[in-house]
């Protein structure tokens, strides 16, 4: 469309390179109805209510976060997700998928019902639910399956948020009922008896130290637990996705597991890209995270296999604990809650590293939208700037130096993070959702509510 008439739409992006699935491309990004209707070649005369200048930024679809725990807990979902979505907008992603670790757990399908209608009440930007697997919850899968959860989500080690571990024969059990639902199934894939025995003795030696935490949670806790999971996948003929993986030899693994025809995939943490245990001496408790974190060779391998391919997902496994709570790792550190919070940084911070990495845009991009979207099922809707997908949209300064400060940034309930004073030079600039802006500048200003629940299922999905 290059002729005298203008092209009208309700909202144009113009001036930017958009990053598309075939690469960049200086573009119009023209919207209508909440969702993507074409582009158009730069200088192509525009009619629309509105018009965004993005000139000098890169274009690309909001990021797809399958791994946040919301859950602060004490307020409400309602204020959880609102607080856990706003940092989301700020950071430039438009679409989450929550774990079931709230307070009660999400391990029923009332309980699922009932978190997906009042956290929508107060979300900015679209999330989704996924369901549980536990042995108390079994019988409860096909109801969550019904009602939106694309997957569930199995505990392999004790935790500390009440919320059972999977056995052995839980798990089996629960990837036959997946396998049946057509649905798949998540592992937090360490030794529960690796685990447990180590703890025990380090204990007894007076050993609550943070370095107690690296022997206590070894690579080969999470190496042996990932190949008894693809082994139990490949037996049911369950789909699996092996969350947070920490050592470049459980990734492996999973691509053998893929390579051998089993759908496997997996995702690593933007803490287990950007941190290593060095960090965790220096932050403390902030950094205390499970699996931990590791020593520099095996994040750099990581990235190794983040540029080979092997990788389907980059997430921040955001976990909001209080200040307070995550101080008590400096004198204990078992009685540290697990969790980062970094929704808000973690995907300028990653690409930020990638660049600097000599990771190509084209490589890392689909990593937090293409992969994660076909990952959770809500690729017929997002992930992708192309012709009928919703208009979740980013814009991106990647030459726009700043400094990490959650006490002057966040929009957490308690700000903290264990990337404060560390620099990067990506900046999210303006973030949409179905074309709205939801946040601009850091600032967000979209209304609770904005955001949607997204039943992920294809049961759900027929029905809605």
Same mark, same amino acid.
């Given at each position: ?102 307070? !009660? #757990?999400? =391990?029923? &399908? ?8 009042? $956290?929508?009440? /107060? @979300?900015? %930007? ?37 919320? !059972? #571990?999977? =056995?052995? &024969? ?8 997946? $396998?049946?639902? /057509? @649905?798949? %199934? ?52 369950? $789909? ?225």
């Amino acid at each position: 469309m290059t002729g005298d008439a203008p092209v009208r739409a309700d909202l144009a992006v113009a001036g930017g390179t958009i990053l598309t699935p075939g690469g960049p491309v200086a573009a119009t990004l023209l919207v209508d109805g909440g969702r993507v209707r074409e582009t158009v070649p730069p200088g192509t005369p525009v009619r629309a209510a509105e018009v965004i200048d993005a000139s000098g930024l890169h274009v690309m679809a909001g990021a797809i976060d399958l791994h946040v725990h919301f859950d602060v807990p004490g307020i409400s979902f309602e204020d959880d997700f609102n607080a856990g979505t706003r940092g989301a907008a700020a950071g430039g992603v438009t679409f989450v998928v929550e774990h079931p670790f709230s307070d !009660p #757990p999400t =391990t029923t &399908a009332a309980r699922y019902a009932d978190k997906s209608a009042r $956290a929508a009440a /107060g @979300a900015v %930007v679209d999330f989704g639910l996924w369901g549980a697997l536990t042995g108390p919850s079994l019988r409860e899968m096909a109801g969550q399956h019904a009602l939106g959860a694309p997957g569930f989500k199995a505990f392999l080690p004790d935790n500390d948020m009440d919320f !059972p #571990p999977a =056995t052995e &024969a839980d798990l089996l059990t629960g990837m036959a009922t997946a $396998a049946r639902l /057509g @649905a798949r %199934v998540l592992v937090h894939a360490e030794d529960r008896e690796t685990i447990a025995v180590a703890e025990t003795r380090l204990r007894a030696r007076g050993r609550t130290d943070i370095a107690a935490l690296l022997e206590a949670r070894p690579p080969s806790a999470e190496i042996e637990a990932v190949r008894g999971v693809l082994e139990a996948a490949r037996r049911t003929g369950c $789909a699996v996705h092996l969350v947070h993986l920490s050592t470049p030899e459980a990734v492996d693994l999973v691509a053998q597991a893929r390579a051998a025809g089993v759908d496997a995939t997996c995702e690593v943490t933007a803490h287990h890209l950007l941190l290593d245990e060095d960090d965790l001496r220096r932050v403390g408790g902030f950094g205390v995270c499970a699996p931990p974190l590791r020593d520099a060779g095996r994040v750099a391998a990581l990235w190794d296999r983040v540029r080979a391919g092997l990788v389907q997902a980059i997430v921040s496994d955001h976990c909001p604990y209080g200040r307070a709570d995550k101080l008590k790792g400096s004198a204990d550190v078992f009685a540290c809650p697990f969790g980062i919070q970094s929704v808000q940084e973690y995907m300028p911070l990653v690409l930020s590293e990638a660049l600097r990495r000599g990771v190509a845009l084209t490589r890392i991009v689909p990593l937090f939208t293409e992969g994660p979207a076909r990952v959770c099922g809500v690729d017929g809707s997002k992930g992708v700037l192309t012709p009928g997908m919703d208009a979740d949209i980013v814009l991106l300064d990647l030459n726009r130096p700043w400094v990490i400060s959650a006490e002057r940034q966040q929009h957490a309930v308690e700000r903290w993070s264990p990337y404060d004073g560390r620099a990067c030079d990506v900046r999210v600039v303006r973030t949409l959702v179905r074309g709205r802006t939801v946040a601009t500048g850091g600032d967000v200003v979209a209304p609770p509510g904005w955001g949607r629940f997204v039943p992920l299922s294809q049961e759900a999905r027929c029905r809605s």
